[in-house]
């Protein structure tokens, strides 16, 4: 897989543009070699990255739900554009994930259904359209998907931070780091660099607050530290 190089660049060159071009692009991977302790004498970091992709698959296709159900509410076409565009990246990006899951973590015994038990409860329970089976009365039902874009535009506040972090910090590549799992988190990387700002500005386009985004912001982070290192520990030698 040869994409990630050019999303990176084009990432990097361009990115602190707020009118980036948003590209879906369409990868493959083969996943028949890559090791399990893909960063060379960092066992730690590698698992780490790797279990990440349970909290994408769920997460990425949770805010693809999301956003759909805020499209109706879109009044400016610069932006329903964007976020159209947004929900073909992140479909990408969890299946993606989700084939790394299937056909390289689960190669190495890893144990698929405890680590997305925790994905499964916050994703298709608590932020369901319905939490935990309650309905939502109508009157509350526009600021509950303002909550939960809110709840998207902080996670990407932090993959943004990550992917800025991978494109330009870890040197995956010239420290002799498996390319294919390289490859995917750089290719992810980029492309949450490239549609950072989205979320926010269908957030703001929808009536959110800053207050409200502070305290998402905060949940996200205690989730995201949590979340890696319960990964870590489950399935894993």
Known sequence: MNIASTAR??????????????????????????????????????????HFSFTLVRGEFFFCRVFKQAMPFITDEALRHNVDVFIKQEIIHAKAHRDSIDEYLSRYGVDIAS????????????LNNDPFGY???????RQWLIFR????????????????YALNDCNWFANGADHEVADLFT???????EHRTVAYDLYRHLGGTYSMRAEYAFSR???????GGRHCSIGTS
Not at 13 to 36: C, E, G, Y
Not at 135 to 141: D, E, G, V
Not at 187 to 193: G, P, Q, T
Not at 221 to 227: K, R
């Open 149 to 164: 874009v809110g709840i998207v535009a902080a996670a990407e506040h932090y993959t943004c931070g990550f992917g800025h």
């Open 221 to 227: 982070a205690h989730f995201y530290l949590s979340d």
């Open 9 to 50: 660049d084009t990432a990097c060159q361009s990115a602190t543009l707020a009118d980036t071009q948003l590209i879906p692009r369409q990868v493959k991977f083969d996943w028949s070699n890559a090791p399990l302790k893909w960063i060379p004498n960092d066992a730690f970091g590698s698992h780490y990255i790797n």
């Open 135 to 141: 309905k939502i009365p109508k009157s509350l039902q």
């Open 187 to 193: 290719w992810h990387s980029a492309e949450e660099v």
């Open 115 to 126: 680590n997305y038990k925790r994905e499964l409860w916050v994703f298709e329970k608590l």
